[in-house]
């Protein structure tokens, strides 16, 4: 899979990413103390829907557009929602859309710290201008899967961390599998998410008993899923999921209308309903 993400941003992939991200930061800035953020693979942070290569894909239309008039009784959605249509340039429509790390930024408190990296020299610049004057973000240009051992535990020790590769490489499952039992061993007080896309069920299957049975400590393993087509559909991609390990308790009530609202906004015929599932309880 080649998971550019100027031609996808919008899409309802991203809208499940996203949202997934507001639900988790408003979860937990319930406690009042300061969290951290961090990103394996942060992307450019910022997206013209009218460039040429969202216009080429189209892909927003599917996703991020199909959910602009919508008054969303999940108030994580709504946060969610509430981030992108505030963008400038999106007051008389969704022309411009944000990554993950503006996503957090804007959800994010004024004592909060976000850490960034990203791989490409141009992502990451872009990233510098788009947060500059912002203190509370450091970006890094740098692998991200190396940035897992240099950078955990972070200072402050309550936070996020969002894996979000592009899924070019074959070994990028095992690699996200990995990824999340190391940053559980060098950061166990921090809940952990990775993105992943619904493409080959078999593939995925033996991804997620890797997941399952990795050393993760017992805070649970928490699979969110949303397609929009069925598996067998031949456009590629047709769902995508987040893995989350030691989400806070009580998360999984929350995802569930979030999950069931978006995915009424934006599935097509016959696609299965949205995949709430834990890959192993919390002990």
């Known amino acids: 899979m080649n998971y550019r993400h100027a031609f996808h941003a919008g899409n309802f992939a991203d809208v ?7 639900a988790l930061l408003r979860h937990l800035q319930r406690r009042p103390k300061p969290l951290c953020y961090l990103e394996t693979h942060a992307g450019a942070g910022l997206f013209r829907l009218d460039a040429a290569e969202a216009r080429r894909s189209g892909e927003a239309a599917g996703g991020i557009r199909r959910l602009q008039g919508l008054a969303p009784a999940s108030p994580a959605l709504a946060a969610y929602l509430g981030v992108v249509r505030r963008l400038p340039g999106n007051e008389d429509g969704i022309r411009c859309y944000p990554g993950s790390p503006l996503v957090a930024a804007s959800l994010l408190g004024a004592a909060d710290r976000l850490v960034l990296t990203e791989l490409v020299p141009a992502a990451a610049e872009a990233l510098r201008r788009l947060f500059r ?21 972070p200072a402050p020790r309550r936070g996020l961390l969002l894996i979000d590769p592009p899924y070019e490489a074959a070994d990028d499952f095992d690699r996200v599998a990995g990824g999340l039992e190391q940053a559980h061993r060098r950061w166990p007080v921090g809940v952990l998410a990775a993105w992943y896309p619904v493409k080959d069920r078999r593939a995925l299957r033996a991804f997620m008993r890797q997941v399952a049975a990795a050393p993760l400590g017992t805070g649970g393993v928490l699979a969110a899923e949303l397609s929009v087509r069925p598996d067998d559909n031949p456009a590629g991609l047709n769902g995508s999921g987040m893995l989350l390990v030691g989400p806070p308790w009580g998360f999984e009530e929350e995802l569930r209308p979030l999950l069931d609202e978006a995915w009424a906004a934006m599935r097509e015929p016959a696609a299965p309903r949205p995949r709430l599932e834990w890959l192993r309880r919390p002990a």
């Open 16 to 22: 499940l990413k996203h949202a997934v991200l507001a």
């Open 133 to 153: 004057g912002d203190a509370r973000v450091a970006v890094h240009c740098r692998d991200g899967w190396e940035a897992l051992g240099a950078l955990l535990p």
